[in-house]
C-alpha cells in the first residue's frame, strides 16, 4: 500500500485560488495513476481530475476543465491540484488517490484507485 496525505486546503473568497498537493510514501514500480475525486456534503464523491506518473495524457471532469489543472513532481512523489476561479460549488473535501494495479476502469472512476488519502478540506465563500 502507498500512503498518500492532501495538504494546501483551507477557506477561500470565490474567485480565489488554492493549490493542494498530496505526498505519496513512496513511488513503486507499478503506481502509475494518480487522481483527485471531491465530496460535498450529502453527494457522492466524483471524479476531479486525473494524471499518469509515466507522462501522457490527464482527464478532467467538464465541471472544473479550464479552471484547475493537475501536476506532478515525480522527483518528490508528489501530485499537484491547481485550481483557479474558484466557485461555491467546488466546496468539498477532496481526496487523492493512486492506482498501482492494472483495474479496468477509466481514468474517472473511482473503482480503478486502490489507494486513497484522508482528504482535506475546502471551502468557497461567495
Known amino acids: 500500500q502507498v500512503q498518500l496525505v492532501e495538504s494546501g486546503g483551507g477557506l477561500v473568497q470565490a474567485g480565489g485560488s488554492l493549490r493542494l498537493s498530496c505526498a505519496a510514501s513512496r513511488r513503486t514500480f507499478s503506481m502509475y495513476v494518480m487522481g483527485w475525486f471531491r465530496q460535498a456534503p450529502g453527494k457522492e464523491r466524483e471524479f476531479v481530475a486525473a494524471?499518469?506518473?509515466?507522462?501522457?495524457?490527464?482527464a478532467y471532469a467538464a465541471s472544473v476543465k479550464g479552471r484547475f489543472t493537475i501536476s506532478r513532481n515525480n522527483a518528490k512523489n508528489t501530485v499537484y491540484l491547481q485550481m483557479n476561479s474558484l466557485k461555491a460549488e467546488d466546496t468539498a473535501v477532496y481526496y487523492c488517490?493512486?492506482?498501482?494495479?492494472?483495474?479496468?476502469?477509466?481514468?474517472?472512476?473511482?473503482?480503478?484507485?486502490?489507494?486513497w488519502g484522508q482528504g482535506t478540506q475546502v471551502t468557497v465563500s461567495s
Open positions: 488517490a493512486a492506482a498501482t494495479v492494472v483495474l479496468p476502469y477509466g481514468l474517472g472512476s473511482k473503482a480503478k484507485y486502490n489507494n
Open positions: 494524471t499518469r506518473w509515466s507522462g501522457g495524457n490527464t
